[in-house]
């Protein structure tokens, strides 16, 4: 038996900035939600201590990075450094209009990038990677379609390190108008060193950009600096963690100021905030891959790599799916080809306390109805690590603890799982035997996974979703597979009501169980097969009542539109408490000439499930409550038979009308390319023409500003205390839809007349 995990969630369901297709209409809009999303994630260095300065200074020693004495050599000879007065000649002391820190602010950026030879690096007389600050605070830098309500959404760093070529983008040569895919860091100007949620909302949509244009970030620097201090703030998937406001015209800050300056621009992405195991290399993204064991098919056994050999995958320019937000588990999946094989790589940050998918997956090979993995790499990167913190020590936020949050920010690892690639959405099927058959497949495998397998190894899914339920081609006895098993639950701990049975609010929303989005009520004991099993029967509604005969979803209003619009979890499990005690009153538009038939076997489902929702209308009674059953295996096994039954007939049926299988696979959709354009070969597209220059070179200028030196105040070291309440979540894997083709509708006429025919 595993042994049991904690005794409480270890990542509640919070507010997320990329919550159900939500869109924005104004940058305002998203700096609200990636506040929300924040909350209880801002950790503040210790005052004493000032970690995460000793974490850079140490993160900048261990890199091929010009020595200390080298900088300070530098300070005492650099023209615009008052090394006797510790001085930044060119910054203005006592700025009225943040405007006049601008100019100065590229200037010194720049002199430190050119004197330390960031500015390009060369390899046999090739130019293979360049780095150059610029100043975009007049620049609309858009942001990625897919968050856009209506235009697109822009916003404007006041200064930005471009960096070009590596893992950063395909070619060395400087983007023609910028985009968040070319910014390494942001340095943004402000008179003074406040730290309240105006300032974090502004710097955290940044950040929040940076990571959706490069899915391939783990971390994102951005800097607040004033005339006299500078504050660094690391994103990563925990949130953030910023430091103490550092007077960076000291002899020992400005020491500072020109390694993170560095440290920002270097050549080793991975200081950036690079995974460096993707790259490009010939104008092709790659992956380097190594697993720690490689599945044996003839033995049926996952043997040791021993020799940790590489694995170099082709990867598409653009993710198949990126989460959009900062503090998640920010699922990015590639679509990618080994030895002329497709799969699937998927990356994600796993909650501290989780099981690992990986290993749920070992347990899951050879089960038909699931979705089958190749390699793996565990705990690649903890925000822990990247923050300098050690093993077990907790990461106390800076906001008041509440029952909304907990007193510290959850740890995270990175993972990586690559799977077999199969198909579409079941929305994508040619017919509706095609459909019956994968949701028959899904139901099976899901019931071998929570039934059939030794007690210990039993695991329920919980994550049903349209996106996560998709189409097999590749065995004649598996027309459909569940995938995403990352925020599955064993259940042995649910039986025993430990670790995850405590953690109801993960997943998609508008495809949980009512019992699931009644959360923590006692009276109705733990998650069952029979919630995901309510959640696929959501899934279908969706799919045969809210697309059309094209395959596209139908413009009207529609139910899932009204559980989008839910305010609230209690809202919603109300509103599918009503749907499933009412009658099914929709009528089927995805496959209309087998209407009948369908919403026959719907009814059944229905009205099966309806039992349910009885059942925990009776447990919740106010003044007689009926305790629900307590969970047995047989019982499980009964509702799987009574789920199926409806469709098994249905199939049938079809059959028996000439309906038949084997399903071959369609051609791949062409993958439509709606963010970060810079991450694309530039053999293929091209970009509008430069908005600024690109050949201009930093010079070493004299001061002009001799009088800032006599007028800037004596300054004293101080630090600054902010505690603003502040707001995060937890989600759901979703994968990119392949759009129906023209052939499947073509197929459906031709079987829907042959069926006429021998009606007649």
């Known amino acids: ?66 020595s200390e004495e ?10 615009n450094y008052d090394f006797e007065h510790e001085n930044w000649k060119e910054i203005p002391p006592r700025p009225s209009i943040e405007n006049e820190l601008y100019s100065p602010t590229v200037s010194l950026l720049n002199d430190i990038i050119s004197e330390f030879h960031q500015s390009e690096q060369e390899e046999g007389g090739i130019v293979l990677k360049r780095r150059l600050a610029r100043d975009t605070h007049r620049t609309c830098v858009p942001h990625n379609a897919e968050d856009a309500k209506e235009k697109t959404l822009h916003s404007q760093p006041d200064i930005s390190i471009l960096l070009t070529g590596g893992c950063a983008t395909p070619s060395a040569d400087f983007p023609l108008s910028i985009l968040y895919s070319d910014i390494g860091e942001v340095y943004d100007n402000k008179l003074n ?32 600096i004033t005339p006299n201090f500078i504050r660094v703030l690391h994103f990563d998937r925990g949130g953030c963690y910023y430091s103490q406001p550092i007077d960076y015209h000291t002899k020992e800050g400005a020491v500072f100021f020109v390694k993170l300056v560095l440290l920002g621009s270097a050549f080793d992405e991975a200081l950036i905030g690079f995974d460096t195991s993707i790259y490009w290399e010939n104008n092709i993204r790659r992956m380097k891959v190594i697993p720690p064991q490689i599945y044996d098919k003839e033995a049926r056994k996952w043997r040791k790599n021993e020799a940790n050999v590489p694995y170099i995958f082709d990867v598409e320019p653009k993710p198949i799916f990126a989460r959009r937000t900062i503090r998640s588990r920010a699922t990015v999946c590639w679509r990618a080809t080994y030895e002329g094989v497709s799969y699937v790589i998927k990356d994600y940050w796993r909650g501290d306390g ?22 793996y790499e565990n705990d690649r990167f903890s925000v822990t690590g990247l923050r300098g913190f050690s093993d077990g020590e907790a990461m106390k936020h800076d906001g008041i603890p509440s029952s909304d949050g907990p007193a510290t920010v959850t740890n995270r690892f990175l993972m990586r799982i690559v799977v077999v690639e199969y198909g579409g959405t079941l929305e994508t099927a040619v017919c509706p035997h095609q459909f019956l058959c994968a949701v028959r497949d899904i139901v099976k495998g899901h019931r071998a996974a929570t039934l059939r397998l030794a007690e210990e190894k039993r695991v329920l899914q919980s994550d049903i979703s349209l996106l996560n339920l998709r189409l097999a081609y590749d065995k004649p006895d598996e027309c459909g597979v569940i995938i995403d098993w990352d925020l599955a639950k064993r259940m042995a701990r649910l039986i025993a009501g430990t670790g995850e049975a405590l953690d109801f609010r993960t997943g998609t929303q508008i495809y949980q169980s009512v019992r699931v989005l009644r959360g923590d009520d006692q009276r109705l004991l733990h998650i069952e097969p029979i919630d995901d099993l309510e959640s696929i029967y959501y899934v279908m509604c969706q799919v045969l009542l809210e697309y059309g005969e094209d395959g596209k979803a139908l413009a009207s209003p529609s139910l899932f539109q009204a559980w989008l619009k839910s305010p609230d979890n209690e809202n919603l499990a109300k509103l599918k408490d009503l749907f499933l005690k009412d009658d099914l009153n929709l009528s089927v538009t995805r496959f209309p000439q087998d209407a009948n038939l369908l919403f026959s076997a719907m009814w059944g489902l ?43 007939q249905a199939i049938a049926d079809l059959e028996q009308q000439g309906a ?24 293929r597209y091209k970009r509008k023409q430069p908005d600024f220059p690109v050949d201009e070179s930093p010079s070493k200028r004299q001061s002009t500003s001799a009088s800032h030196t006599s007028q800037r105040p004596t300054r004293t070291k101080k630090t600054v205390n902010y505690h603003e309440p502040d707001t995060s979540e937890e989600e759901t894997l979703v994968s990119e839809k392949p759009k129906p083709l023209a052939e499947r509708l073509k197929y459906e006429q031709k079987r829907s007349l042959k069926g006429k025919g021998k009606q007649a």
């Open 1 to 66: 038996m595993e042994t049991p995990g904690p005794l409480h969630p270890p990542t509640p369901h919070r507010v997320s900035s990329n919550d159900g297709g939500y869109k924005y209409q104004l940058v305002e809009h998203l700096q609200t939600r990636v506040t929300e999303e924040l909350a209880h994630a801002w950790v503040e260095e210790d005052k004493d201590a000032l970690p995460l300065q000793r974490r850079l200074e140490s993160l900048y020693e261990s890199a091929q990075l010009p």
């Open 70 to 79: 080298t900088i300070t050599a530098w300070l005492r000879s650099y023209a």
């Open 193 to 224: 060193p406040t730290f309240g949620k105006a300032e974090r909302a502004q710097m955290a949509v940044y950040a929040r950009e940076i990571f959706v244009q490069q899915p391939h970030r783990i971390f994102v620097r951005v800097n607040i």
């Open 354 to 375: 989780r099981v690992y998918e990986s290993e749920i997956l070992q347990d899951l090979v050879g089960i038909a109805g699931i979705g089958q993995m190749l390699f």
């Open 606 to 648: 229905h009205e099966f499930l309806r039992e349910r929702i009885f059942a925990i209308t009776k447990a919740t009674h106010f003044l007689r409550p009926v305790p629900l059953p307590t969970y047995h295996p047989d019982r499980a096994e009964t509702e799987y038979d009574r789920f199926l039954s409806p469709i098994e």
């Open 660 to 683: 038949a299988g084997p399903y071959s696979r369609p051609s791949r959709a062409n993958i439509t390319l709606d963010f970060a354009p810079n991450d694309i070969p530039s053999n």
